[in-house]
């Protein structure tokens, strides 16, 4: 058997002291995260984090740099992620844009909040992803190299 993780791609978005996550329908209910979702084909990690942030939040996203690669493991599906978070800049915000399928919201949070809601989140990454821009981690984005 081959084992193959998914590739995620993830935005740690701070501003005026708050992150930016979304309210998302999950199999175990609502469930908070950050803007977050499945590397796909033929895009670039940054890109991909970049559509991830628009279609889950409405907001334009650059990316600047790489925050970590976290893998994490979920018991309840037996499924092994491995995910690339990344911080930037805010370009706009297109508040009359849909929000992806089981989107409820977009919501700016304290790091305090986030801490306090930790039963509510979809992973354990997002907090992680949190503390360590807190902690000041930041690493450039050619430390990625994409080959074709």
């Known amino acids: 058997m081959i084992w ?12 005026d002291g708050k992150f930016l ?10 469930l ?3 803007p977050a979702g499945h590397w796909e084909p033929n895009e670039t990690l940054s890109a991909g984090a970049s559509r991830e942030v628009l279609e ?10 790489l925050i970590g690669v976290y893998r994490w493991h979920s018991t309840a599906s037996d ?11 805010i370009l ?3 508040p009359e844009r849909s929000l992806d399928k089981g989107i409820v919201r977009a919501v700016w949070m304290t790091p305090e909040e986030i801490r306090a809601t930790q039963q509510r989140h979809r992973s354990p990454l ?6 360590d821009y807190l902690a000041g981690k930041r690493y450039p984005l050619e430390l990625i190299t994409h080959y074709e």
């Open 126 to 131: 997002i907090l992680r992803c949190v503390e």
């Open 21 to 30: 996550l979304v309210e998302e329908h999950t199999p175990q209910g609502l």
């Open 79 to 89: 499924i092994t992620y491995l995910r690339f978070a990344f911080g930037g800049r």
């Open 56 to 65: 889950e939040s409405a907001y334009e996203f650059e990316p600047q740099y």
């Open 32 to 34: 908070f995260n950050q």
């Open 4 to 15: 193959k993780p998914h590739a995620t791609v993830a935005a740690v978005l701070e501003q």
């Open 92 to 94: 706009a915000h297109h």
